[in-house]
């Protein structure tokens, strides 16, 4: 049954930082990772979509790498701005039963 | 507006009562999702609709039922709620890409049952 793990379930740090967020899954059958972001009360937004043959994506500040071998993907935010300061979620999408399987996800609290 | 909108945006019930959860999407898409979020895990899938006439079960379906009134509309029913139902609620779109779609979501509805 594939699991996600997502650590720190927490993170604070100084605006202007560069930050590390961590995932990592069991089973390296899917056909996709996607990066989300939560805020309070406005649903979820995806950020990053890496396909399963491919290794990172980028979008602005954002950079996510995916090693399907290993089970892991880190999301790299650049220059943190208290604007970045919400829940992200990674998920990935199970080959074996079609799904999206999420992690609980890390909460950054980025300080002015 | 919103592409995706769920109602309500809060509820609270008691136990026993049947409650409805309403979505609706303007974004053409034919593949629509019910997910629950409860604190410390993650979103987890209850119910999933790839067509208007396509219903399937989710990984947490029991107590729980659906119905796809048309290709926007998607409602997720409690029959007879109970507290540890109590979480957040979100409804999905997401377009027949193939393999792995980009899912979009609406903004939530938080159920309390006491």
């Known amino acids: 049954k594939q699991e996600v793990t997502q650590i720190p379930a927490a993170l604070s740090v100084p605006e202007g930082e560069n930050l590390v967020l961590n995932c990592s899954f069991t089973?390296?059958?899917?056909?996709?990772l996607q990066w989300f972001r939560q805020d309070p009360g406005k649903g979820l937004t995806s950020l990053l979509l890496?396909?399963?043959s491919q290794r990172e994506q980028t979008s602005g500040r954002l950079n996510a790498s995916l090693d399907k071998s290993s089970g892991r993907s880190t999301l790299y935010i650049a220059a943190s701005q208290p604007g970045d300061s919400a829940t992200y979620l990674c998920?990935?999408?199970?080959?074996?039963?079609?799904?999206?399987?999420w992690g609980a996800g890390t909460k950054l609290i980025i300080k002015p | 507006d919103a592409d995706v909108t769920q109602t309500p945006r809060n509820r609270i019930t008691k136990t026993g009562k049947r409650i409805m959860l309403e979505c609706s999407q303007t974004?053409?898409?034919?593949?629509m999702y019910w997910y629950r979020q409860d604190p410390g895990l993650g979103l987890r899938l209850i119910y999933y609709?790839?067509?208007?006439?396509?219903?399937n079960k989710g990984e947490i379906s029991d107590g729980y039922s659906v119905s796809r009134q048309a290709q926007a509309k998607f409602s997720l029913s409690l029959e007879s709620a109970i507290p540890n139902q109590t979480a957040l609620y979100f409804c999905?779109?997401?377009?027949?890409?193939?393999?792995?779609?980009?899912?979009?979501f609406g903004p939530g509805t938080r159920l309390t049952v006491l």
């Open positions: 974004k053409g898409h034919d593949r």
């Open positions: 999905a779109t997401s377009a027949a890409q193939g393999e792995g779609d980009t899912q979009y």
């Open positions: 609709s790839f067509d208007v006439k396509d219903i």
């Open positions: 890496i396909q399963s």
């Open positions: 998920a990935v999408w199970s080959a074996s039963n079609y799904q999206l399987i």
């Open positions: 089973d390296s059958a899917i056909y996709n």
